[in-house]
């Protein structure tokens, strides 16, 4: 199996970030070097435990996605070996990691939602709409939104969580051209990702995409369509259970909300079954979308 990657040090790059996933090393003033370890957050609180491989997953689904869609909306990465930047004793991080153009990410998640669920589910329940759009009533969990959503949400830093916006809100933040340009970027690819996912036996239920400008150009950016960003079910098994088997995180989710954890930090330990699963599922998504993963080791 894979060795497990929870941190990373590179001595010959300084790391501008180290977020809930990724660290963020400055290779000069217009690269980064992203690296994807296997950390794993639930509910914004990154866990104890790591999914062995997931980075790996991650990197190459997000590599797929990238080049796949960029005739819809170009993207950050660059086509440059990140192994060339990678000292001899970090070379293994290379299938982890991605060359990006230097940017400033837009102070916004990208939220599309093709299928009732998370925490759209709960506010249908509550009053009828998904962040103030009226829904049809008797809608069930799981169900296919008539049309995608478009549910916009705050990027906060921790310990404070993302909160939805408005479409008031966003064009205030962003101005009325950009927030159209993202709303309407988000849903294409939304729906392309969706019918390449269903052609491969997943439902995508929903997602979140980063933009960021670049000479006035909007580049799609972070992570492309992974089971840490999206919800992926098996579309055989969608309507046949209350809750359609999910290939991504919400086996932990699951296993955190009937442990009753506080969701405060810190975050518990994981039943080994649980991080191995979790570990399978990640790679199942990868290897039936069509994402080149390196052999296991």
């Known amino acids: 199996m894979t060795a497990a990657v929870r941190e990373t040090a590179i001595d010959t790059l300084a790391l501008l970030h180290r977020g809930k996933v990724r660290d963020c090393y400055a290779i000069d003033a217009q690269r980064l070097l992203l690296v994807a370890t296997d950390r794993l957050s639930a509910f914004d609180v990154v866990l104890p435990d790591v999914i062995p491989g997931k980075g790996i997953v991650l990197n190459a689904l997000s590599r797929f996605w990238f080049e796949k869609l960029a005739p819809i909306c170009p993207h950050h ?3 440059e070996d990140p192994a060339h930047y990678l000292p001899a004793n970090a070379l293994h991080l290379a299938s982890r990691a991605m060359v990006v153009k230097r940017l400033e990410p837009l102070p916004v998640e990208a939220v599309v939602r093709g299928h009732l669920a998370g925490s759209g589910w709960q506010q249908y329940q509550a ?7 009226a829904m049809p009533p008797g809608l069930v969990f799981a169900q296919r939104l008539p049309k995608p959503l478009f549910t916009p949400t ?11 916006l408005s479409r008031h809100a966003l064009e205030q933040l962003l101005g009325i051209e950009l927030a159209g340009r993202v709303e309407a970027t988000s849903i294409s690819l939304y729906l392309a990702a969706y019918d390449h996912a269903l052609a491969h036996g997943f439902l995508l239920a929903d997602t979140k995409l980063e933009f960021a400008l670049c000479d006035g150009t909007l580049l799609w950016i972070d992570e492309a369509f992974t089971p840490d960003s999206s919800r992926f079910w098996d579309k055989e098994q969608w309507a046949t259970l209350p809750q359609p088997p999910s290939f991504d995180k919400q086996l932990v989710r699951d296993y955190l909300l009937k442990i009753g954890w506080n969701q405060q930090p810190p975050g518990p330990h994981l039943p080994e079954t649980i991080i191995l699963e979790t570990a399978a599922r990640y790679r199942q998504v990868a290897e039936r979308l069509g994402a080149a993963l390196p052999a296991v080791s």
């Open 127 to 133: 009053t009828g709409a998904v962040q103030g759009e």
């Open 154 to 164: 705050t990027k906060a830093a921790p310990p404070q969580h993302d909160a939805p």
């Open 77 to 79: 990465l660059l086509d």
